[in-house]
């Protein structure tokens, strides 16, 4: 997986493309470490790029909201595609993490 990032002054925007997955996750991690321990600790997850998440790309998400959420931030999720959100709905995570459509409505209120 691949990522982009975006520095929105208040915000950082972050879009994984491709598989988030064991492979990748620990990547996500790091990138989320970095940026917290950086004082950026408001994150948009943008996911319209990732067409695959299993248990591992959730824990990166739920590591990653604990950490920024720690640090007196945030972690939301927008943009998910089809099978993101069934498996977000399946674990019950959609109620964590909850899905925004779009980047700009998860930032709502930053």
């Given amino acids: 997986m691949s990522f982009e990032e975006t520095d929105q002054g208040t915000y950082v925007v972050l879009t994984p493309e491709g598989k988030?997955?064991?492979?990748?996750?620990?990547?996500?991690?790091?990138r989320v470490d970095d940026l917290v321990?950086?004082?950026?600790?408001?994150?948009?997850?943008?996911?319209?790029?990732?067409?695959?998440?299993?248990?591992?790309?959730?824990?990166?998400?739920?590591?990653?909201?604990?950490?920024?959420?720690?640090?007196?931030?945030?972690?939301?999720?927008?943009?998910?595609?089809?099978?993101v959100l069934a498996v977000l709905k399946l674990t019950n995570l959609d109620r964590i993490l909850s899905p925004y459509p779009t980047v700009e409505e998860a930032r709502h209120d930053w």
Avoid: E, Y
Avoid at 20 to 30: D, G, I, M, Q, Y
């Fill in 20 to 30: 988030f997955n064991l492979v990748s996750a620990p990547l996500f991690t790091a």
């Fill in 37 to 83: 321990a950086a004082d950026k600790a408001r994150l948009v997850v943008d996911l319209h790029a990732v067409d695959f998440i299993d248990s591992s790309g959730l824990g990166a998400l739920i590591g990653g909201l604990k950490k920024a959420r720690g640090n007196d931030g945030d972690l939301r999720v927008a943009a998910a595609g089809s099978q």
